[in-house]
């Protein structure tokens, strides 16, 4: 069995643990797009046997997220879970965190969070800092396409709207905006609604996935998820292709969704003519 199931991942939850869920109830491996926090919940795209291999052509797409970033202390982890290292902060104005917004959108660099996934040495970040090793991540380029406040409350609480490209910190943004603006602040709630195609009024809570029966009618077919261009070829001319045999078929250079006649097999490339299947998903 192969697709997508769009989950709505709820606070408190690890996403390996709903992918474990979705796992036991398919019964074939299973892996997700774009890790949330445990604090964080929203949209956790997970993908069922091997439309996992479509992940690559899905990671730079575009993701949306409402944030809490709340102004006057920070956290170890830059988040509400971890221990606070300093507090007391100034808060800002609302027209203050305005007039910075804007130097935080386009391409900017971000370090990440010393409390992420992110190797250093072999060693995942968040090991060696819970652990208290001393240790620095390099810095990276990212890209965010919109952020605006969308509203304020008590205690220093700013919401905001986060447009942005594959591999952004939220927890870094919110860090990096208070640093600008001489203070420091933490990011206290966040919700992932859009991930490339997937989007939170269409996903679904682990709960909803009782039973083989209830996920399968939840289940996205693998090529919806993708929006190249479609190529059809017979089967005999596939399983060629699939077992090396290369011949000018004429197609176009870039990438496609191939298809035996009418089952979807996969991302193909077009070079010169010559069709090679990149992502085998049959």
Request: hydrophobic fraction near 35%; include cysteine.
């Amino acid at each position: 069995m192969v697709g997508f199931i769009n989950v709505n991942k709820p606070s408190g939850m690890s996403s390996a643990f709903a992918v474990g869920k979705i796992k036991k109830i398919f019964g074939c491996p299973c892996g997700h797009m774009g890790t949330l926090d445990p604090m964080a919940s929203g949209v956790l795209p997970v993908g069922i046997g091997k439309a996992s291999r479509l992940f690559p052509y899905l990671l730079d797409k575009t993701k949306t997220y409402v944030a809490e970033f709340t102004f006057g202390f920070e956290t170890d982890t830059l988040d509400g879970t971890g221990r606070v290292l300093r507090e007391n902060g100034s808060v800002p104005s609302e027209s203050e965190i305005k007039s910075v917004l804007s130097s935080f959108t386009g391409e900017i660099e971000q370090i990440p969070p010393k409390y992420s996934a992110k190797c250093v040495d072999g060693k995942r970040g968040y090991e060696l800092a819970r652990k208290g090793v001393e240790f620095d991540l390099k810095g990276k380029t990212v890209t965010v396409h919109r952020l605006e406040m969308i509203g304020y409350g008590d205690n220093g609480a700013f919401t905001f709207k986060i447009e942005c490209g594959g591999g952004t910190y939220i927890r870094s943004l919110c860090r990096d905006i208070a640093y600008s603006l001489n203070t420091f602040a933490t990011m206290t709630n966040l919700t992932r609604t859009r991930s490339g195609v997937f989007t939170l009024d269409s996903a679904v809570t682990p709960d909803a996935l009782s039973d083989i029966e209830s996920a399968k009618d939840l289940l996205i077919p693998a090529d919806e998820v993708v929006d190249f261009e479609k190529i059809r070829l017979s089967k005999d001319r596939a399983e060629k292709i699939l077992n090396g045999v290369f011949e000018n078929i004429g197609v176009g250079d870039g990438l496609f969704r191939v298809y035996a006649e009418d089952e979807f097999w996969g991302i193909g490339e077009g070079k010169d003519g010559v069709l090679r299947i990149r992502s085998y998903v049959r």
